[in-house]
């Protein structure tokens, strides 16, 4: 079974704060993505990468970045942590889809719900 | 037209019920397609890949239009633990490995 693993359930951190959510997928996924999900507004993406220090920014990147130093790990940074950032954080991973063109099946961490104060 | 549009839900079935949910997108050249669901307070799951000709998977059936950029999810005899929200799922334009998650339709299926 695939298994991606977000380092925290739940995280309480303080205005300016720098903020750092942990993600490990075990199954040596090229693809990894940081998406934030909102009430009405569905799953947002952040950050993506297709390889190890490789990034591309996705729809909702302003205030985040990401670091992927090794395959199995991507990480989102909050440089300063900001009320209005305050939501569910998901990371996925996918296998590179076929001929690298069509998209995979992405599998889903358990979500870190994040509440800055 | 959004990337990926659903109806807005909720829909409240009693048990035993039939329900479909319908999907459209914006891309044309679209490859991938998806339906997750999402249980309350949970990561959205797979439930299936939806194929050309259309497929089966038990009391699930997907079905895609190609001509009409349109999905749909079929249940039949619902379940109470078919509850949750259902995310239909596309490809992103130009951009490999990248998914459009629609902001879902709830189902809540009641005794």
């Known amino acids: 079974d695939v298994k991606v693993t977000q380092s925290s359930r739940y995280l309480v951190k303080r205005t300016g704060e720098k903020v750092f959510l942990e993600c490990v997928q075990d199954?040596?996924?090229?693809?990894m993505f940081w998406y934030r999900q909102d009430p009405g507004l569905g799953l947002r993406l952040i950050y993506f990468?297709?390889?190890?220090?490789?990034?591309e920014k996705g729809d909702i990147p302003e205030g985040y970045s990401v670091s992927r130093e090794k395959k199995e790990r991507f990480s989102l940074i909050l440089e300063s942590a900001s009320t209005n950032q305050t939501s569910m954080y998901l990371c996925?991973?996918?296998?590179?889809?076929?001929?690298?063109?069509?998209?995979?099946?992405?599998?889903f961490g358990a979500g870190t719900r994040l509440s800055v104060l | 037209r959004k990337e990926v549009e659903q109806d807005p839900g909720p829909f409240n079935v009693p048990e035993g019920a039939t329900v479909a949910f319908n999907c459209t997108y914006s891309?044309?050249?679209?490859?991938?397609f998806f339906w997750y669901r999402q249980d309350c307070r949970k990561e959205p799951k797979l439930l299936m890949s939806?194929?050309?000709s259309g497929n089966e998977d038990g009391r699930f059936t997907a079905q895609l239009n190609r001509a009409s950029q349109y999905i749909s999810l079929l249940i039949r005899d619902s379940k109470l633990s078919d509850s949750a929200t259902y995310l239909c799922?596309?490809?992103?334009?130009?951009?490999?490995?990248?998914?459009?998650f629609g902001k879902g339709t709830k189902l809540s299926v009641k005794p």
């Open positions: 939806v194929y050309s």
């Open positions: 199954m040596d996924h090229e693809n």
């Open positions: 996925a991973s996918s296998p590179l889809g076929l001929a690298g063109r069509v998209a995979n099946i992405q599998y």
């Open positions: 799922v596309v490809n992103r334009r130009g951009s490999q490995g990248n998914l459009i």
């Open positions: 891309n044309s050249a679209s490859q991938s």
């Open positions: 990468s297709y390889d190890v220090k490789m990034k």
